[in-house]
C-alpha cells in the first residue's frame, strides 16, 4: 500500500463530489434543462468509476484494476457485513442480486471473459467485479440504454458504488 499524493486526492474529491451531484438529484444537462434519467445515472457511474480508480491506483501498487480491488477487499472486505449500511444502498445491492441472479452478466467488450453475478450481498470483491463488468460493458462492449434491465443494472450500480465510495472514503478522511 502507497500513500495517497495531493493530486491524487483532489482527483478523487472532485470526481466524487461530481457524482454527488447525481445521488443527489442537483445536476442539469446544458442550459439548465433536466437530462435524461438513463443519462443521470451513466454519467454517476462514470464519476464513481473514475474516483474508484483513482483511489484503487493511488492507494494499492498493483497494475490491475483485479489486483487492486483485492487489496481494497482485504482492507475493507466487511464494510458490507454493518448492520447500518444506508437503506439505498442495501437495496441497490438486493436489485443487483436479483437482477444478476436472473441472467449472468457477460462480457461485452470481446474478450470473452467469465460470466459474473453478485453470488453473495456480503461480498465486497464480488459487487465491484459486478459493477465494474457493468460499467465496462457500457463503455466497451455497446450496452444499450434502452433496455430496461441494463438501466436497472446501470442505476443500481450507481448508487452502490457510490455508497461504498463513500464509506470508503470518509473512512480515509477524504470526504466528511
Known amino acids: 500500500m502507497i500513500k495517497l499524493d495531493q493530486f491524487r486526492k483532489e482527483i478523487i474529491k472532485v470526481w466524487f463530489n461530481r457524482a454527488k451531484k447525481h445521488i443527489n438529484g442537483t445536476i442539469n444537462g446544458f442550459g439548465n434543462q433536466p437530462i435524461a434519467t438513463q443519462l443521470f445515472y451513466v454519467d454517476g457511474l462514470i464519476y464513481c468509476t473514475i474516483t474508484y480508480e483513482a483511489y484503487l491506483f ?40 436479483k437482477e444478476t441472479n436472473i441472467n449472468h452478466i457477460k462480457d461485452m467488450s470481446g474478450r470473452s471473459r467469465r460470466f459474473v453475478w453478485v453470488k453473495n450481498k456480503d461480498d465486497l470483491d464480488n459487487i465491484l467485479d459486478v459493477i465494474y463488468r457493468i460499467r465496462s460493458n457500457l463503455l466497451h462492449g455497446g450496452k444499450e440504454l434502452s433496455n430496461d434491465r441494463n438501466f436497472k443494472l446501470i442505476k443500481y450500480s450507481f448508487i452502490a458504488l457510490y455508497r461504498i465510495l463513500e464509506i470508503i472514503l470518509k473512512h480515509e478522511g477524504l470526504i466528511c
Open 58 to 97: 493511488g492507494m494499492f501498487a498493483e497494475k490491475t484494476v483485479k489486483n487492486n480491488r483485492k487489496n481494497l477487499d482485504r482492507k475493507f472486505g466487511n464494510i458490507l457485513k454493518d448492520s447500518n449500511l444506508p437503506d439505498d444502498l442495501k437495496n441497490a445491492i438486493n436489485e443487483l442480486y
